[in-house]
């Protein structure tokens, strides 16, 4: 476990102990007192409530000093208090001093859509030779990135980071503050088009991932445009010395040379390893993309193709991606519903159409959001992935899923499409009517759209 001193803390946030014993020792780092353990230190960050107020749950949850930022009148007496300017940077500030002190292999990873499969199948394939941690969650803001960091154990050899974000700029701070020495850029979509208006602009708010480098290694799809033609126009010149490729033609570094996709499993071989099958415990051919990825960090890190392999064989996804769920009536649920974009939907409709079934497929789509004025345009284009000849039902909730809706009807077709909206209980009781044994149900939307609600309550262990 990582602990630091009340005097290196002061140091590294260039604060002062108010209150406190120098040497006392502190285990770890929250900012949350929900999720505060015992000896953690206490970050009271200020946002749309003022975390200086909570200082009392901390205490009483464990907590055995503070930050501070607020007067110092106001804080409590007798108890460890650190004062600092701006506890957000002094926050980032200890973990920069941390990640200092530690001194892994830093692994950054962005993209619109796949970041978080392919950081578990990165950390995976590390997982194999080195100590590895790496971002729990969706901690990869300017805050969980912070988080992340200080929870890494001191023996850490390799740190795998998640880097999101919603407009420009975040992820430049996010790379300054890891300085990553190998990044991978999963793709290029339209996540936070309603916020950056291009997906021009989306790459190069995505290439903001080398601006902390220094002679580091970027891994991309090569073959998507938007960031081809800049890095090869020498765009990341500046920071970046090698530049590795994935994709599915002959002219990247890594490409498939042979895919097969299975209802559970997605097997493949490579142009690198010709001989070799790698088995990846996830359905989706659009996974492959990701464990090439994968693979090129590893070969960066020093593990073969072969080792690799074995590891991505194994590895786990993060919960609510692509989970297999026991569900009501004898069905089964395909749950990825955590997050969604025009493209990563397409790409889970193509695959799930296309897989055998015991029984009927049905899928149950929700709102794509943060697509601004494109909304409409780009539920409307869904359409083109969907075959209703190879579906046995379409259910649709939400306001923005009517473009769609409306589209679909126009279409001849048997195949039943119903549309909800408002109160998901609705929708959830003609699920539950639907719902047939060895029925399977494609459940995919924006994690804001609320969807995750409804697979609860359509899972066994809601309703045995």
């Not at 009340?6 to 014993?21: H, K, Y």
């Not at 999720?35 to 909570?54: V, Y």
């Not at 020495?181 to 997906?199: D, K, N, P, Q």
């Amino acid at each position: 476990m990582a602990n630091w001193t009340l005097s290196e803390i002061a140091a590294a946030t260039n604060g002062q102990l108010i209150v406190g014993d120098n040497t006392l020792v502190v285990e770890g780092v929250s900012f949350d007192t929900r999720s505060l353990k015992q000896n953690d230190l206490f970050i009271p960050l200020t946002a749309e409530r003022n975390g200086h107020d909570f200082i009392g749950a901390a205490m009483e949850k464990g907590a055995v000093a503070s930050l501070w930022s607020d007067n110092v009148e106001d804080a409590p007496k007798n108890f460890p208090i650190i004062k600092v300017e701006d506890t957000e940077k002094a926050f980032q500030a200890l973990a920069q001093y941390h990640l200092n002190k530690v001194g892994p292999k830093v692994i950054g990873i962005t993209g619109s859509n796949g970041k978080t499969t392919t950081k578990d199948m990165v950390a995976a394939v590390a997982s194999g030779r080195y100590k590895t941690h790496k971002t729990v969650g969706n901690f990869n803001n300017h805050l969980g990135l912070p988080y992340t960091i200080l929870n890494m154990e001191a023996d850490t050899e390799v740190l795998v980071l998640e880097m999101g974000m919603s407009e420009q700029g975040e992820i430049e701070v996010l790379s300054n503050l890891a300085h990553p020495s190998v990044a991978v850029i999963t793709m290029i979509g339209e996540s936070h088009i309603e916020f950056l208006g291009s997906r021009d602009a989306i790459s190069k708010a995505k290439l903001e991932i080398v601006k902390g480098m220094t002679e580091g290694t970027l891994i991309y799809p090569g073959e998507e445009p938007l960031l081809n033609d800049k890095v090869t126009s020498g765009y990341v010149d500046g920071t970046v010395n090698k530049k590795v490729t994935f994709g599915k033609n002959e002219d990247m570094d890594i490409y498939p040379i042979e895919i097969e996709s299975r209802l559970k499993q997605t097997l493949f071989r490579t142009n690198k390893a010709p001989e070799l099958v790698c088995t990846l415990p996830v359905p989706g051919v659009y996974n492959v993309q990701n464990a090439l990825s994968a693979i090129l960090v590893g070969e960066e890190i020093g593990i073969p193709i072969s080792e690799a392999y074995v590891q991505l064989e194994k590895f786990e996804l993060t919960k609510s991606r692509l989970e297999w769920i026991d569900g009501v009536n004898g069905s089964t649920l395909l749950n990825d519903a955590y997050n969604a974009s025009p493209s990563s939907m397409k790409a889970v409709l193509r695959y799930f159409q296309e897989i055998k079934v015991p029984s009927r497929k049905i899928v149950v789509l929700g709102d794509i959001l943060e697509l601004g004025e494109h909304s409409k345009q780009m539920h409307e284009e869904l359409s083109e992935a969907i075959d209703l000849s190879k579906i046995d039902q379409l259910v649709l909730y939400g306001d923005e899923m009517n473009a769609l809706y409306n589209k679909l009807l126009k279409e001849s077709s048997d195949t039943p499409i119903s549309h909800f909206s408002g109160e998901k209980q609705e929708l959830v009781d003609f699920l539950k009517e639907t719902l047939k044994p060895e029925d399977t149900v494609l459940m995919k939307s924006s994690l804001s759209t609320g969807m995750l609600e409804v697979v609860t309550k359509l899972s066994l262990g809601e309703n045995s």
